[in-house]
């Protein structure tokens, strides 16, 4: 029933999707490139730069060097832009990286697993992490409807 009701009633702003018309440029994307980011992302270089980054593969034109150029065809091509080629790089977008974050916890758990008697202080330390961070909630819990109250309370007044 509610696909039905979205396409009779089509909500939204109209106007949004008459913007989205011929004007906009598709981005080029590969499959391989697509499955070889994902295995980038998975394994990051940095894990503290995975919290906010991920890699991603962008195209961009690159002009040839020519270092002599004898006549005027190869000048003309080179200003007309027939020269150029398109390069594949790596760039660092915003985003955290919650598949490079999985992969290092499960490899940490898995680690610690194996190590036996020899992990269980930083076992402990981790459940003694868990119990500190869940007792922070509980109390922003307890004082959040507090504040929001004040919040209200100061906009009221």
């Known amino acids: 029933t509610g696909i039905i009701l979205v396409l009779t009633i089509h909500p939204g ?3 949004i999707k008459q913007d989205l018309g011929e ?10 490139d697509t499955l070889l980011d994902l295995l980038r ?13 991920q890699a991603q593969t962008k195209y961009v034109t690159v ?11 190869h000048l003309e091509l080179l200003n007309n832009g027939t020269l150029d080629y398109v390069k594949a790089a790596l760039e660092y977008n915003d985003g955290i990286n919650v598949l490079g ?3 290092f916890c499960i490899a940490l758990g898995i680690s610690l697993s ?19 961070i869940m007792k922070l909630v509980m109390t922003v819990m307890w004082y ?3 504040g929001i109250m004040c919040l209200i309370m100061g906009k009221i007044l």
């Open 101 to 103: 974050i999985i992969v």
């Open 41 to 53: 992302n998975m394994f990051p270089e940095n894990i503290v730069a995975a919290t906010f980054q």
């Open 114 to 132: 194996q190590l036996g008697a020899e992990a269980d202080v930083m076992i402990q330390f981790f459940a003694i992490m868990d119990k500190v």
């Open 23 to 32: 004007g906009t440029e598709g981005k080029k994307v590969s499959t391989l």
């Open 144 to 146: 959040s409807p507090f």
């Open 63 to 73: 002009r040839p060097k020519i270092l002599k150029v004898n006549d005027t065809l």
């Open 13 to 15: 702003d109209p106007s």
